[in-house]
């Protein structure tokens, strides 16, 4: 008979298996693997759907509706208009100004928040500009604001995540900029990759497939927004005081993305009705349901059936620069199906618990191990952002052949420089 653990990674396969084959909708498949957890009493139902209610569902539901309300009001067209007139009207040079902005806004506010808005901006430049295909924005610039969000202490999950092991742990964590050398290699790695390599493969990858399986998103189609201005200067400055309170955090993130939709809705900027019909509800249940999986994984022991699989396999007495790139390598592989905060509660654990008796530093393999949750980037499944931009015609396969180059140069890269910022001995 099999263990719980061992039935939860058993479910798991089987959702990356249907994922991968495509033979169900992605929605279909992770509620699908949701429903399979409980069924099997792999965990209690509260656990596994309580995901669809939680903060990181509800940030996504509320920053939709904010960017909806940037379109309805023109804020969204004065954004694209400033894009534009910087990138001069070329598709390639408005992907390169766009993953620079997203990138460096990301640093300082949620990856999700900021990813939303770039969505609302591109989806109306693509709207206004026929010869404009979103399938060679949407995915890098999803990308843009993953590794963007590397940069800094609060960017993305990851680092909050290993923030509060290490507090609990070690006695202290990073401070804000100790990602920025990496993140900012990482980020400059990035546009290279997007702009040489990933841009021309993209149009290869997208001129064979039909364009029939795009989900709308705000500013899609339709008629010509009428611009209000006094509309749009509410809606900037519901923009800015939230991006001053995700960068504050007096309050939960998602708190503060769900109030900032209320205010648009009750300041008259959008109105009920449109702002639910400008949330990607299939986006939404792709990541509810991934969520509720990797729940269920983690709360049944799979992740440390995982864990204790990796050592077995190299055992604990392997050269300190060995350990350092297998746990990276080991972070990267399981941040592609587990979600990378997932992935890192798994590996940074088992590096903290090895480091001390062997006269190693933490901060270099807490270092190499959040930033290597933070490129994992080859699956729709590794982070929000990348679930968020699922419905603009992109499939499982997809993600792995755009992005799984990148996720090797930035893993060579980890491995290679981050023990010339953290020595790897103490």
Do not use: H
């Not at 006695?171 to 993140?183: H, I, K, L, N, Q």
């Not at 309050?251 to 990607?280: E, H, M, R």
């Not at 059936?305 to 190299?314: P, R, S, V």
């Not at 088992?350 to 980037?377: Q, R």
């Amino acid at each position: 008979m099999f263990s719980i653990a061992q039935c939860s990674l058993i479910i798991f396969g089987i959702c990356i298996l249907l994922f991968v084959t495509e033979r169900l909708p992605m929605a279909t498949t992770a509620i699908l693997g949701c429903v399979l957890m409980v069924l099997f009493g792999i965990a209690p139902f509260e656990a596994v759907f309580g995901q669809f209610a939680s903060s990181s569902v509800i940030l996504v539901i509320s920053m939709m509706i904010v960017g909806q309300a940037m379109f309805e009001t023109g804020a969204a067209q004065l954004i694209g208009g400033c894009i534009m007139r910087l990138s001069g009207g070329s598709e390639r040079r408005i992907l390169l100004v766009s993953l620079v902005l997203c990138a460096l806004v990301s640093a300082f506010m949620s990856n999700v928040a900021t990813l939303a808005i770039f969505i609302s901006v591109l989806n109306n430049l693509s709207a206004k500009e026929g010869k404009i295909d979103r399938r060679n924005l949407m995915m890098p610039i999803a990308m843009a604001s993953v590794v963007g969000g590397a940069c800094t202490l609060i960017g993305s999950a990851p680092q909050i995540t290993a923030q509060g092991v290490l507090e609990e742990t070690a006695g202290r964590g990073f401070d804000f900029f100790d990602y920025a050398p990496m993140g900012a290699i990482l980020v400059l790695a990035l546009v290279l990759y997007v702009m040489i390599i990933g841009y021309p493969m993209g149009k290869r990858i997208w001129s064979r497939q039909e364009n029939e399986d795009m989900e709308g998103g705000a500013g899609c189609d339709g008629p010509a927004v009428f611009v209000d201005k006094r509309k749009m200067g509410i809606v900037f400055t519901i923009f800015i005081i939230m991006g001053i309170l995700f960068f504050l955090e007096p309050f939960p993130i998602a708190v503060v993305g769900a109030s900032a939709a209320l205010a648009c809705i009750i300041t008259g900027c959008i109105s009920q009705k449109k702002a639910l019909s400008g949330v990607c509800w299939s986006s939404v249940g792709k990541l509810a349901g991934c969520l509720g999986i990797m729940q269920a994984v983690n709360k049944s022991g799979g992740g440390q059936l995982i864990g204790d699989l990796f050592f077995n396999l190299i055992g604990k007495d392997v050269p300190p620069y060995l350990l350092f790139a297998s746990m990276v390598v080991l972070v990267i592989a399981l941040s592609e199906f587990l979600t990378n905060s997932t992935a890192l509660l798994i590996v940074l654990p088992m590096a903290i618990s090895v480091c001390p008796g062997l006269g190693l530093n933490i901060y270099a393999f807490a270092m190499g191990i959040t930033l290597g949750s933070s490129v994992a980037l080859a699956t729709p499944l590794s982070c929000t952002p990348l679930t968020m931009v699922t419905g603009y015609g992109y499939g499982f396969k997809d993600f792995v052949r755009y992005s799984l180059p990148f996720d090797i140069v930035a893993g060579i890269l980890i491995i290679s420089l981050v023990p010339v910022f953290y020595p790897l001995y103490l």
